[in-house]
Every structure is written in structure tokens, then in C-alpha cells.
């Protein structure tokens, strides 16, 4: 089976010079104390790494897939409401494994999915003003069960859904995706929806292995057990505590020892091949909580944007998802061949002039002395993408470990949904507003 691989050597000072790249000794030093973090990881499976289990989790995963195939052909659209920063991971999964002209072309029974992580107004009203709810599927998604960017919206729906179908007849057109208690869990009980799990022991941070993802991953026709079966290769891969050939531990340790060579590093991710630019999204915000106190700047790029990055920027360093096989071999027709633009490309296909793209690129980071990592999928598959994903969960893992961040399972309300409870009058925040109130007046200053 095709394994997704990582090529470091343009890390190196060898190849981008002593300046920006890493020295051996670098590298093995930090890949060590990767190895050792990744030790703990293991061990803390069973308390907050339970993403490490989820590809186990068999008869969940057929319970998923029976949930799917009984409402096939049902639904115009698959709605999935809710905050949990593993919704990234549906859109990451539904795209990279469709068409990307899914929506226009439509292969037969299957809906299309929509991600509403947001309550701005006009998002979910365009919605509304769009769709017909009573043609939907809404998947309701929040680990803690109390999120309002899940719940409102919820309502919303809700309330069109029983207008148009009535008390009972609405109830197929919701599941719950939750933790085991919470106003979510209590509403699905209360309403007989259906439910599904999402591990007590799994942050939501690494949650796109588990129901959350799943579940809209499966109603909009992805392998889901291809995927899980891949996730489930790489948890063997990367079991091995040999930090030369362990792939987390060598992409942790990359990271590790690149944001640590400079002040304010900033480590940009990008896709080259379509289907893997929501993945380099996903990717990109997974890595940016890991850095801990020396926290990197990383952010997702698209691949033709690169180019004007290298310039002016000292401390800069790229990941790049590259594919080696398209599904397509698309040949490009001769024509003009007297002309250099068109000539040089007689008898050539596409596939070529994007590997040629793609090597260039590497080409131009090397010149610039540039540190950069090329993560290469053999070919998108649903095992290849199921690899990456759970290579990329445990390698951040490792970066919380080594960083001392606190586990994505035990975070803290921000401070900013605190101030927002507050405001809205949410029981258990008066100090919050109590402050707010004390506060000197705000005078807006407008020009």
C-alpha cells in the first residue's frame, strides 16, 4: 500500500546553507527529545491522546457507515453546524476524496455538504434563504454539547424544520455529534435524535478521525473506512521509537528546531495539487496552537502565492503537499510549435508541466536558502489521506509535548467567548460582566 513520505533534506544547512538550515547535530538533537515526547504521548493515550485510538473504534465506524447508507438519496444537502476546530477537518476530507466539481455534478444519491461554523447573519440567513431546511440533514456538532455556534443555528433550523414537518416528523432530519453530556446530549435524548460519540479522551483539535468528521465525510460518500484504515497504518508506522525513521517524530522535530533557530519564525504550508489545499488548511491551524511559548507564525498558502514570500522575509520556512500521481493524464495537443511559448510544450501533458511547477518551486526555495519540507502523497486516496492525518495529529501531539501546551482536551474558555457569554447574559459569567461594566466608558474615536 502507497505510503505518504517526508522529505527533509532541504531543511538542512547543506542544502540552504548554515544560516537558515539545520545542522545534523540540530536535527538529531531535537529529533531525540521528540522521541522521548512521543513516548508520553503514547502513554496518555487513555486521558487526552485518544485520537490515537480512534481508527479502532470498528463498531462506530459501522455504525456510521449503516447511518449513512439508510438516508442516501434523502437529502438535497448535508448541514453541519457547530465551532469545533475539527470541522476543518470535514471540508479538508470531503475535498480532497470528491470531485471538486461535486457540487455541480453530483454522482447519484449523494447530497451536498455544507460546514455553517459560523454565526454571522448573513451566513446562515443566505442559507435559509436558499435551501429549504425540510430537504436537509443537519449534523449538530459540539464535543462539550453547550456550544452556541451549534446551538443557535440549531434553534434556528429546528424551528423551520417542525414548522415544516411537524414535531415528530422533523427528528429525521438531525443527528447529534457530542460528548456524552451536555445540552446536546440531553436534547438528544429528550428528542430521540440520532447521536454519535465523540471520545471524552480526543481534544477537539484532533476530533476529524472521530464522529465529527466521519460522519459528514460519509453522508457525502467518502471511504471512511479507507481512511480509517490508513490512519490505523501510520498509528503502526509511527509506533516505532527509532527517531531516525519515525516519520512524526522527524516532522515534530523539524518544527521543533526550526521555530527555535529564530526570533518569530513564520512557517508557511501549501498544496500542490487541488485537492489537497483544504488539508494544508487544516494542517496549517493544527500546527499553529503546538509551538507552545516560541510560538511559530504558520499559515496556509496557496502554492502559486509562494513565490512573492521569499522576498524580504529572513525567517521563513515551507511545507509543501505535493502529489506524485494525478488520477488524469491529460495530454497537450501540438499547435503553433514555431512559437517558444507554445512550442516547448508540444508532446508534453499536464502532468508533466505541474511536476515541473512543483520541482521548480523546490528549486526556487533551495536558491533562496529557504528551509523547506516536501510531504509527498504517492496518489489521494482515501488511505493516503487517512495516513496524513493521523501523521500530522501525533506529530503536533509530540510539539504540545515537547512545548508543555496544555492538552486540546482541557482548554480554557478564550477570553474573548468569555467576554461574549458575559454580554449575553450567560449564568456563570457575572463577574466577567461585573468587570466590563466597571470599565471606563469607550469613547469610539471615527474618522
Known sequence: ?????????????????????????????AAQAARAALEDVQARRDRDQGFLDLPRRVEEHAQIQDYAASVQGRFRAVVVLGSNTGLQGVRALQTALNSPYQDLALRAGLPQLFVLD????????????????????????????????????????????????????????????????????????????????????????????????????????????????????????????????????????????LSAKRDDPIAV??????????????????????????RALVAAVRHDEIARRLEGLENVWFTTLAVERADHKVEIPSAWNDLEATGFLAQKTLNELFAAERDGLRDAFVEAQRPNLTVTFPSVTAHTIGQFVQLAQIAVAVLEQLGGVRADGDMRLDAASSAAFARLGRPGHEDRRRAIDLRAPRTPRIV
Open 269 to 294: 504550508t501549501s498544496a500542490f495539487g487541488h485537492r489537497l489545499r483544504d488539508l494544508a488548511d487544516w494542517s496549517a491551524q493544527l500546527f499553529a496552537a503546538a509551538h507552545g511559548p516560541r
Open 118 to 257: 459560523d454565526v454571522d447573519p448573513d451566513v446562515v440567513g443566505e442559507f435559509l434563504d436558499v435551501f429549504d431546511a425540510s430537504e436537509c440533514l443537519f449534523d449538530v456538532v459540539s464535543k462539550a454539547g453547550d456550544t452556541p455556534a451549534a446551538l443557535a443555528p440549531f434553534l434556528i433550523v429546528r424551528e423551520k424544520l417542525v414548522e415544516r414537518l411537524g414535531a415528530e416528523g422533523h427528528k429525521d432530519h438531525v443527528v447529534i455529534t457530542t460528548g456524552m453530556s451536555g445540552a446536546l446530549r440531553e436534547i438528544a435524548r429528550r428528542e430521540s435524535y440520532v447521536a454519535f460519540d465523540v471520545p471524552e479522551a480526543c481534544g477537539e483539535r484532533k476530533s476529524s478521525l472521530s464522529s465529527v468528521g466521519l460522519v459528514p465525510a460519509a453522508l457525502a460518500g467518502v471511504d471512511v473506512m479507507g481512511i480509517v484504515a490508513g490512519a490505523a497504518a501510520m498509528n503502526e508506522v509511527c509506533a516505532s521509537l527509532d527517531a531516525a525513521t519515525n516519520p512524526a517524530v522527524v516532522f515534530a522535530a523539524v518544527h521543533r528546531a
Open 1 to 29: 500500500m502507497d505510503q505518504v513520505r517526508i522529505d527533509f533534506a532541504d531543511v538542512l544547512a547543506s542544502s540552504v546553507g548554515a544560516e537558515r538550515g539545520l545542522a545534523e547535530p540540530e536535527l538529531q538533537s
